[in-house]
Nanobody, 115 residues
Framework: QVQLVESGGGLVQAGGSLRLSCAAP????????MGWYRQAPGKQRELVAA???????TYADSVKGRFTISRDNAKNTVYLQMNSLKPEDTAVYYC?????????WGRGTQVTVSS
């Protein structure tokens, strides 16, 4: 059973910042694409940002310039730094590990942005 352990969610005012963390097993972290998804009430889960082991990064248009995804290979941890948060960023954020054949999810962490 692969466990992705998320932390860092919470309640913040609009314009504030939060940093999410996701720790993964080393064997997963080294070879998988690590990403963050989010799901707001009544909406489909959507990709927020993802990074490959080679350093390629992709962002959803809605978070470009505000969010930054990064990897700490020594800690097998991927981070999502979220700045200039908006009420529409409110959602459950999920960590994801994917290699084309296997797809693993964390349990999710709630991010709530108040106006």
């Amino acid at each position: 059973q692969v466990q992705l352990v998320e932390s860092g969610g919470g309640l913040v005012q609009a314009g504030g910042s939060l940093r999410l963390s996701c720790a993964a097993p080393g064997s997963i972290f080294i070879t998988y694409v690590m990403g963050w998804y989010r799901q707001a009430p009544g909406k489909q889960r959507e990709l927020v940002a993802a990074t490959t082991s080679g350093g390629s990064i992709t962002y959803a248009d809605s978070v470009k310039g505000r969010f930054t995804i990064s990897r700490d290979n020594a800690k097998n941890t991927v981070y999502l730094q979220m700045n200039s948060l908006k009420p529409e960023d409110t959602a459950v954020y999920y960590c994801n590990a994917y290699n084309g054949a296997y797809n693993y999810w964390g349990r999710g962490t709630q991010v709530t942005v108040s106006s």
